[in-house]
């Protein structure tokens, strides 16, 4: 069996004419945490979405986990987007929105008392209060749509989890318990993770490997330990340590 869940090869983008990633090569390693680090429209969440099959590209992704990825919208991936584009004007609640994901039927069909405790169960295993079921979607803080967005991503559970920034909107105190629950569900489950972060620190503790992109191409890449050095040189002394961009 290949050590990597995924291999990127010559992987290249190009988006309203310019040209965002260029022959990027790469490996997700079978059941551990990458980093995906780099500046500002260095093109981290172009990468996660040309994985997600959402951007076309040339080049290959090979899924090496047994499951056919031929279909366009690739199943056993997890994915907490850096934001939600949807409408604001929506009267969605945060139970709506896990119901759909669960359930084939639509909504007005209501949500059988079965799955209601599944949904419970599913924010209390992201450290969520259930009394977030009854908000709006729109209306509960980024902090908080973020772990539902966790939630959403972990059913079913995935082989491949992409998260784009996943703490940017949770408190400081609350992000080293999101990172160690992570890190708990990568050890228990499994899942392999590909974690975009703007902080160092955080990258430095949790992820096993660090691919680090500059104008769409990887810079360097290596263990934390291998590669600060050269990330010290990429973003500076301050530059990126410890601070969340949005
Ligand atoms: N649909 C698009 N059409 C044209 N250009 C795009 C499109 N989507 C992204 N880009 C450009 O591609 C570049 C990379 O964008 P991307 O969102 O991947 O960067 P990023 O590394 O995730 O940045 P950030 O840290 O700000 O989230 C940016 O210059 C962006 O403006
Ligand atoms: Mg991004």
Redesign the pocket.
Known sequence: MSPDLVRIRKLSVE????R??SGVDAGLARGQITALI????????????ALLKE?PFRGTIEFHCGHDHSHPTPQHIGYVP?RLQCDANMPLTVRDLLALALQRRPLFFGIPGAIRRELAGMLSSVGAPHTLLDRPVEKISGGELQRVLLALALHPKPELLLL??PAAGVDFQDQESFYDFLARINRETGVTILL?S?DLSIVSKHSHHVLC?KD?RIQCQGTPTEILGSLRQTFGDKGLFGHN??
């Open positions: 988006l309203g004419g310019n965002i990633l780099g500046l500002n429209g260095s093109g981290k969440t172009t990468l996660l979405k951007v850096q784009d920034e975009v703007h992109l769409g961009h949005d």
